[in-house]
């Protein structure tokens, strides 16, 4: 069984955007990233103090725009549509979730796809469905780069997909049908999801439950992708997936920490770093 280590893995890919972002800089390009928190919770408030971490360590610019829970949601779609016509902005992220009285897909339709590193707007998640180059969200891209990384064949095989969001589960699904496997997704309505996973070659999960995923659930050797991110009361962070129990049986199998986190924030900065360069492009071409 080999533990499948993405934060070594992140370390390594940060250490080549860095170097494409100072290339990029003497061409008086500076990647940046806007992103967007609204309200404090406190999950959201770590994650983007997480995602600035990185952009820092890279050289990329990152700027937090704070705004209090009660925004209207005009005002957040004009902060928005500023951002999109800066032409020294690269990316715009807009932390989710967000307050209930703001509509979420208005709000990520009205990011310029072009600057959408998120790969939230349809436009984009349209053409992942179709097998088109676009953005594609950072966690379904950081799992395909970390099972490439560990020659991990998809072409054929059995996946299941536990846990249906659009940033998750959905993207995730559309690459690796895109790779060539046959998919199952499964989720709160399943009936029987031990029925799936005892068949999956590959199991992805992403539903925020510790222990989901049991021993008694998975076929010996099969690969085990854990996406989920619990705090327990003792402050320990697990996963959705008994570890100790399952491991022994997979072939091979992400941690949590130190698994699908990582690369979740390094796709990111590989988001942005992609809109840099086609803004260093388009300059070009003018
Ligand atoms: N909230 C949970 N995951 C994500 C993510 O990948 N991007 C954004 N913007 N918000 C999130």
């Keep these: 069984m080999i533990i499948m280590d993405g934060k070594k893995l992140a370390d390594k890919l940060q250490e080549e955007i860095a170097q494409e972002v100072g290339f990029l800089s003497k061409q008086g390009i500076i990647p940046s990233l806007a992103v967007i928190l609204v309200g404090n919770d406190a999950a959201s408030q770590t994650y983007v103090t997480m995602k600035a971490q990185a952009c820092k360590k890279v050289g990329i610019t990152s ?13 957040l779609m004009t902060m928005i549509e500023n951002l999109n016509q800066n032409s020294n902005i690269d990316g715009i992220l807009i932390q989710l979730p967000l307050p209930n009285h703001i509509d979420t897909n208005v709000i990520l339709e009205s990011v310029l796809p072009s600057k959408d590193v998120d790969g939230f707007h349809t436009q984009n998640s349209g053409k992942l469905h179709s097998g088109i180059s676009g953005f594609v969200p950072a966690t379904p891209l950081g799992i395909m780069s970390l099972l490439k990384h560990y020659a991990i064949e998809i072409q054929g095989k059995n996946v299941v997909i536990v846990g249906a969001s659009n940033i998750v589960g959905k993207p995730l699904s559309a690459l690796m049908l895109n790779a060539g496997a046959t998919i ?40 085990i992708i854990d996406i989920g991110i619990n705090r327990l009361e003792n402050g320990k962070i697990v996963g959705d997936v008994d570890f100790a129990n399952v491991a022994p049986l997979s072939s091979m199998i992400t941690p949590v920490p130190g698994g699908v986190g990582p690369m979740t924030i390094v796709s990111l900065l590989q988001n942005t770093l992609k809109s840099a360069q086609c803004r260093l492009q388009n300059h070009k071409n003018k």
């Design 63 to 75: 700027i937090l725009h704070e705004m209090p829970a009660n925004i209207t949601q005009t005002d």
């Design 184 to 223: 199952s997704i499964c989720h709160i309505h399943t009936k029987d999801l031990s029925l799936y996973t005892k068949k999956a070659d590959i199991i992805c999960v992403a539903v925020g439950k510790p222990n989901l995923i049991t021993s008694d659930m998975i076929k010996q050797g099969a690969v």
